[in-house]
Nanobody, 125 residues
Framework: VQLQASGGGLVQAGGSLRLSCAAS????????VGWFRQAPGKEREFVAA????????YYADFAKGRFTISRDNAKNTVYLQMNSLKPEDTAVYYC???????????????????WGQGTLVTVSS
């Protein structure tokens, strides 16, 4: 599965962005999908994940109440709506998918087999 993340950009603190993760090559409707981020000089961290059907979601504590993960399987796309952005949200955001045989919605990057190239989100103060 090839993943393409998009939607990043420069936004002021308090603003919103919606990231998209599109799959090419084949459908990823049978894959758990997650978003991760990596800020300069920091390790990659989990943001949010969604089950294959979209009925189960899982968020990092910092994302709860501000970020929403969703998916449109008809469009083969997963979204990350980010509201009330803060300067500390500045990072490269990556989407990733688990191998289709796994159904668990997990925050561990080691559980994800396919990765997109990342999209940069910059939040100015």
């Amino acid at each position: 599965v090839q993943l393409q993340a998009s939607g990043g950009g420069l936004v002021q603190a308090g603003g919103s962005l919606r990231l998209s993760c599109a799959a090419s090559g084949r459908t990823f409707n049978n894959n758990v999908v997650g978003w991760f981020r990596q800020a300069p000089g920091k390790e990659r961290e989990f943001v949010a994940a969604i089950s294959r059907g979209g009925g189960t979601t899982y968020y990092a504590d910092f994302a709860k109440g501000r970020f929403t993960i969703s998916r449109d399987n008809a469009k083969n796309t997963v979204y990350l709506q980010m509201n009330s952005l803060k300067p500390e949200d500045t990072a490269v955001y990556y989407c990733a998918a688990r191998n289709g045989i796994f159904t668990g919605v997990t925050g561990s990057s080691a559980h994800y087999n396919y990765w997109g190239q990342g999209t940069l989100v910059t939040v100015s103060s």
